[in-house]
C-alpha cells in the first residue's frame, strides 16, 4: 500500500488488489459460491451457545467455560489428528483405540514398572510412531485400503488394551505432571505472558509475509485488512483470558455478612495454550510448507501429485504417522481430565472425532478442509454436551442432537455446493 | 537445418509378442510444432510414453539436441527438458494455478513456501504466452473451464523451462473458442523456442497449428510431411494406409 515495488506488478491478478471493500466484497462471493469453509460450523456454535445462555444461566460463566474447552480437548486434538488423513481420503478408525492403548502403556509403565515419567511418555509416543508406521506400511505400500487396515487394528488393539490394563483394571494418574493438563491453570501473569508471545508472534509472520510479497514484487492486500484481523484476534484473546482470569471457585456463602475464605480457581487452563500449540504448528505444516502442499495434492488428485515428482506413498505413510502421534496426545488429555486410563479409554471416541471434522467443514473425499476446522467441529460437538448437560437432559439426547447437527453440516454444505454449481461430492 | 531438439531412429517397442512400434524415426524441432497423427492402436499413445521415460523403449536410437540418451525413467526425460502435458491434465482441482503451476518443485524461503515469488513467476509465465483468459493466479483450478485447464497445464511445461512439449490432444475436449485459444497457445509456446509435438484427431486444428505432419500407421512412421507440401486428403489416405509414402522430407 504504501511501498511500490521494484518493478510494476503484473497485470493478471491475484486477488490481493483493490481496496479493503473490494476485498471484502470478493470474499462474500467465494462464500455464495460454495466455499463456506467454516462459516456453518461457527454459526452453528454461536446459535447453540446462545441457546444454551438463555436456557441456562450457569452456561455463560467462566467456570462452565473452562469445563467447555477442558472437555472439548480431547476431541479437539483427535479431530485435529484425523484431519491429516482425511484429507488425503483415507480414515483412521483406530485413532480412538491409539489414543487408548498409548495411554495404557504410559500409566501401566508408570505403575507397575516405576518408569520415570518423561520415559515412559516417550514410550508412548514411541507406540504411537509404530502404530502410525504401521497402518501406513500397509495402507501406502501393501495397497489394503485405509478402513479395513483400521478397522482391523480398532478390533485388536481393544484386546491389547484388555492385556495391558486387565479385565475391569484401572489405573489412576498419580504423575502430577500429567494431571495438571486438564486439572490446573496457569498462574495468571503466565497466561497475559503467553497471550503477549502469541499476538507478537501473529503479528511478526503477518508482517513477514507482507515483506517477502513486497520484495517478490507482488500485491499486497491493504494494510487495514491485516490490522484489523490482528485486532480482532487481539481484542478476543484478551477477553478470553481475562474471563479465565476471574475467581470460578463455588462461593461458600457467607458468614454474618463476610465471605467465607475458599481456594480460588482461576486462570487460564494448561491444556489451552497446549492445544492451541498443536494447532497452529499444525497449520503452519499445512499451509507453509511443501509438505502440506503435498498433502494437499495428493488428497485433491493422487494421479497429478504423482506425475509431478511427489512420493506419493511417502506422504500418505506421512499422514498415517502424524495421526497416530497426536491420537496420543489426545490418549494423555482423557487420562488427564478422567483421572483414570481403564480397558475402554478411547474405544468410543473416533467417530465423534470424525464428526467433528466434517461438521467443521472438512471434506471426507480429501483435498479439503483445514485444522481450525476440525477444531471448531470439536466445539460445536462439545458445546452440545455440555449445555444439554446443564439442562440435566438425558444423554440419549445428548446423542440424537449430536447425530442432527452432523447431518445438518453436511446438508448446508452440500446444498451450497449445489446451488454454486459444483459437484456435489466435494 | 538446425539439430532437431528430438530425433528418434529406429525405435522398437513390443508388449509381448505384439510389436507396437516397429522401427519408428520421428524429428522434432526447436520452434517448430509437429503434429503426430495415426488411427487408433497406431502406437501414438506408446510413442509418447517412450518420450516420456514411462514406458522405455525396446530398442533404437534417441538422440536430444544431438546427443545420443537414454530415456528409461520419467526423472531423466524430466532432467532433460521434456514435459508431456496429458489429456487428462494432472491437476489438482482442490489448488490453485500458482500451486499447480509450481506442484513438485515449489519455491521456499527459510523452510516456508515463498508464495509472492511463486505468484510472480506464475504471472508472468502466463503473460508471456499472451494468456488473457485468467483472471487471477489465485483461481481455484475446480473453477476454471477445460480451455483454462489446458492453458494451465500448458503454462506448468513453459515454466519448467521445457526444451520439448509434447501436448496429447489438447483440444479433444474443448468448444470452438476454446480450441481457438488453445491453439494459439500453442503456437505462441513454439514461437518461444520450444519444440512442440502434438497429437491430435482433429485434422483441421493439425493443419492450423502444425509446420510438420508425422503419421503413424500400425507401428510405422509412414510419413514426415512439410503442412505446407501437403493437404488433408494425402495426410487422411497416410493414416488409414490407403496412400503410400513416396517423397522424402525437405
Known amino acids: 500500500m504504501t511501498t511500490t515495488p521494484a518493478t510494476p506488478p503484473p497485470t493478471i491478478g491475484s486477488g490481493h488488489e483493490g481496496s479493503a471493500r473490494d476485498q471484502i466484497s470478493a470474499y462474500f462471493r467465494t462464500v455464495r459460491q460454495g466455499e463456506m469453509g467454516a462459516l456453518p460450523a461457527i454459526g452453528g456454535f454461536v446459535v447453540l451457545a446462545i441457546l444454551f445462555s438463555f436456557l441456562s444461566s450457569s452456561f455463560l460463566t467462566p467456570l462452565n467455560l473452562a469445563n467447555l474447552l477442558t472437555q472439548s480437548a480431547t476431541l479437539m486434538t483427535l479431530a485435529m489428528a484425523l484431519v491429516f488423513v482425511i484429507l488425503l481420503g483415507e480414515i483412521d478408525l483406530s485413532a480412538g483405540v491409539t489414543s487408548g492403548v498409548t495411554a495404557a502403556i504410559f500409566v501401566v509403565l508408570v505403575h507397575n514398572f516405576q518408569v520415570p515419567w518423561l520415559l515412559a511418555l516417550a514410550a508412548a509416543f514411541a507406540a504411537g510412531l509404530a502404530i502410525g508406521t504401521f497402518i501406513g506400511f500397509f495402507v501406502a505400500r501393501v495397497g489394503i485400503p485405509s478402513f479395513v487396515v483400521t478397522l482391523g487394528l480398532f478390533l485388536g488393539f481393544q484386546g491389547l488394551q484388555l492385556v495391558i490394563i486387565g479385565t475391569g483394571g484401572a489405573y489412576r494418574i498419580e504423575t502430577p505432571e500429567i494431571a495438571a493438563i486438564m486439572n490446573k491453570n496457569l498462574p495468571i501473569p503466565v497466561g497475559w505472558v503467553l497471550y503477549g508471545v502469541a499476538i507478537a508472534l501473529a503479528v511478526g509472520i503477518a508482517l513477514w509475509d507482507r515483506a517477502r510479497r513486497t520484495r517478490a514484487g507482488v500485491a499486497n492486500r491493504p494494510l487495514i485488512l491485516m490490522w484489523g484481523r490482528l485486532v480482532a484476534i487481539a481484542i478476543a484473546g484478551a477477553l478470553f483470558v481475562a474471563f479465565m482470569s476471574i475467581d470460578r471457585a463455588a462461593s461458600r456463602g457467607t458468614l454474618n455478612g463476610v465471605e467465607i475464605p475458599h481456594d480460588a480457581i482461576e486462570g487460564v487452563p494448561i491444556v489451552v495454550p497446549i492445544a492451541v500449540g498443536l494447532l497452529w504448528i499444525g497449520t503452519f505444516v499445512l499451509d507453509r510448507t511443501r509438505y502440506g502442499r503435498h498433502l494437499y495434492a495428493v488428497g485433491g488428485n493422487t494421479e497429478a501429485a504423482r506425475r509431478a515428482g511427489i512420493k506419493v506413498a511417502a506422504i500418505r505413510m506421512s499422514a498415517f504417522i502424524v495421526c497416530s502421534t497426536l491420537a496420543v496426545v489426545a490418549g494423555l488429555f482423557d487420562a488427564s481430565r478422567i483421572g483414570v486410563v481403564t480397558a475402554s479409554s478411547g474405544s468410543q471416541i473416533v467417530l465423534s472425532g470424525v464428526a467433528a471434522a466434517v461438521v467443521g467443514g472438512v471434506s471426507l473425499f480429501g483435498g479439503r478442509g483445514r485444522l481450525v476446522h476440525a477444531a471448531i467441529g470439536a466445539l460445536v460437538i462439545a458445546v452440545i454436551a455440555n449445555g444439554l448437560g446443564l439442562l440435566g437432559l438425558p444423554a440419549g439426547i445428548n446423542f440424537l442432537v449430536t447425530g442432527g447437527v452432523l447431518i445438518l453440516a453436511a446438508t448446508i454444505d452440500a446444498l451450497s455446493r449445489k446451488r454454486a454449481g459444483g459437484t456435489l461430492i466435494r | ?250
Open chain 2, 1 to 250: 537445418m538446425d539439430v532437431p531438439v528430438i530425433e528418434l531412429s529406429g525405435v522398437v517397442k513390443s508388449f509381448g509378442p505384439v510389436d507396437v512400434l516397429k522401427g519408428v524415426n520421428l524429428t522434432a524441432y526447436a520452434g517448430k510444432v509437429t503434429a503426430l497423427v495415426g488411427d487408433n492402436g497406431a502406437g501414438k499413445s506408446t510413442l509418447v510414453k517412450g518420450l516420456a521415460g514411462v514406458q522405455p523403449f525396446d530398442a533404437g536410437e534417441v538422440r536430444f539436441a544431438g546427443e545420443p540418451v537414454a530415456l528409461h525413467t520419467p526423472r531423466e526425460a524430466s532432467a532433460l527438458g521434456i514435459e508431456v502435458v496429458y489429456q487428462d491434465l494432472a491437476l489438482c482441482e482442490n489448488l490453485d494455478i500458482v500451486q499447480n503451476m509450481f506442484l513438485g518443485r515449489e519455491e521456499t524461503a527459510a523452510g516456508t513456501l515463498d508464495e509472492g515469488v511463486m505468484e510472480r513467476q506464475a504471472s508472468e509465465t502466463l503473460q508471456s504466452l499472451s494468456v488473457r483468459t485468467v483472471k487471477s493466479v489465485r483461481q481455484k483450478v475446480s473453477s476454471l473451464s477445460g480451455g483454462q485447464r489446458q492453458t494451465v497445464a500448458i503454462a506448468r511445461s513453459v515454466l519448467k523451462k521445457a526444451k520439448l512439449v509434447i501436448l496429447d490432444e489438447p483440444t479433444a475436449a474443448l468448444g470452438v473458442a476454446q480450441t481457438e485459444q488453445v491453439l494459439a497457445l500453442v503456437r505462441r509456446l513454439a514461437e518461444s523456442g520450444v519444440a512442440v509435438i502434438i497429437i491430435s484427431h482433429n485434422l483441421v486444428d493439425v493443419f492450423k497449428v502444425a509446420d510438420y505432419i508425422s503419421v503413424l500407421y500400425l507401428g510405422n512412421m509412414v510419413a514426415q510431411l512439410e503442412t505446407k507440401d501437403t493437404n488433408n486428403n494425402d495426410v487422411i489416405g497416410y493414416i488409414t494406409g490407403v496412400k503410400t509414402y513416396e517423397g522424402s522430407r525437405a
